[in-house]
């Protein structure tokens, strides 16, 4: 049977932390499916998310050749995780040892036992910076990206996350607006006349003056931002690329049969939607989209081939899921180099 180099995150702050991740790899290594290729040095971080009142945790990573298959390699992180004592009852709580298989060669697994690549790792810093000692070329299947670009995108300023309205129609903007107040000092940009759903009666200049004008805002905002040295963030109720596809598709499937674009009320449209598309190419790249009631498989997200890291946050009240995205922002800045 082949072997596949699979990376693993470890973490730990209950216990003689150090000592907790030695075992652990030491117990893999004693495996005979699995051979330690590289353990990056171990890193110290605070604990992110989950209930308050927990100690720094050491994070580390190790990249792996197996020739286990991933069902079998995660069933043996969680019995090492088992036999350190690890119980598992509040999600991120403190916990004795924590092993989570990242990426597994180039595969895409999602199923309700194992999603592969880790679904949050690629905008957590403290999994990126070890990662990137022991695998810095290891290309993320999804966003197409290597762990040492992925790391450099958390690296952009200004710090900017985009909640991608067209996923969740209604609650995008209740999910900016609570995660306003979780976030001090965080500049946010209103939404105007984006998404064309609903609006049979606009024009399509009026759409795309609409996404004019959320372009001047948020990088004028990044300007202002970037002059006053805040180091904050940029919170958008819109993702900017989805809202120009959408309208693409709608000229497609609505409108081409029944306008003219060099004629009448819609005179000028070709050139007024290359001035735009340019504007949209200026504008700041969010570090990460939010993207609410996703019904898009992992594997559609990478046929997509945006390099863009995506958070689907477990769908519930506006402010919990303003928390979890809460938690990601703290995530992306908590480690080396944050």
Not at 260 to 287: C, I, K, Q, W
Request: net charge negative.
């Amino acid at each position: 049977m082949g072997t596949t180099l699979a990376s693993i995150a470890l973490g730990s702050n209950l216990g003689h932390r150090s000592e907790i991740l030695d075992q652990a790899i030491a117990e893999l290594a004693q495996s005979r499916e699995v051979v330690i290729r590289g353990v990056s040095r171990y890193l110290e971080t605070p604990p992110v998310g989950g209930p308050g009142g927990q100690g720094a945790f050491l994070n580390a990573a190790a990249a792996l050749e197996t020739t286990l298959d991933p069902f079998a390699l995660h069933r043996l992180l969680i019995e090492v995780e088992h036999h350190a004592g690890r119980v598992r009852e509040v999600r991120w709580d403190a916990r004795t040892l924590d092993l989570d298989l990242i990426l597994f060669g180039d595969q895409i697994i999602e199923t309700p036992e194992l999603i592969v690549p880790h679904p949050r790792f690629a905008v957590r810093r403290f999994v990126l910076s070890p990662l990137a000692e022991v695998g810095a070329e290891a290309v993320d299947p999804v966003t197409r990206r290597s762990v040492r670009e992925l790391l450099a995108n958390l690296d952009r300023r200004p710090s900017y996350v985009a909640i991608d309205r067209i996923s969740a129609p209604g609650l995008g903007l209740d999910v900016a607006l609570n995660l306003l107040d979780q976030l001090p000092g965080a500049e946010f940009i209103p939404e105007f006349s984006l998404h064309p759903n609903h609006q049979a009666d606009s024009s399509p200049i009026q759409l795309l003056d609409g996404i004019a004008e959320s372009t001047n805002a948020l990088i004028a905002a990044a300007d202002q931002m970037k002059r006053s040295s805040r180091d904050s963030w940029l919170v958008s109720s819109f993702d900017l690329e989805r809202e120009v596809s959408a309208l693409r598709k709608w000229l497609q499937s609505e409108l081409a049969a029944r306008i003219g674009f060099e004629d009448g009320p819609n005179g000028g449209f070709v050139d007024r939607l290359d001035s735009v598309l340019r504007m949209v190419r200026d504008a700041p790249t969010p570090t990460f989209v939010v993207s609410i009631n996703d019904d898009r498989s992992v594997a559609d997200l990478a046929r997509n081939g945006r390099p863009l890291p995506l958070l689907r946050p477990e769908v519930g009240r506006p402010e919990e899921i303003a928390s979890e995205i809460r938690a990601a922002c703290e995530a992306s800045r908590a480690g080396f180099g944050a």
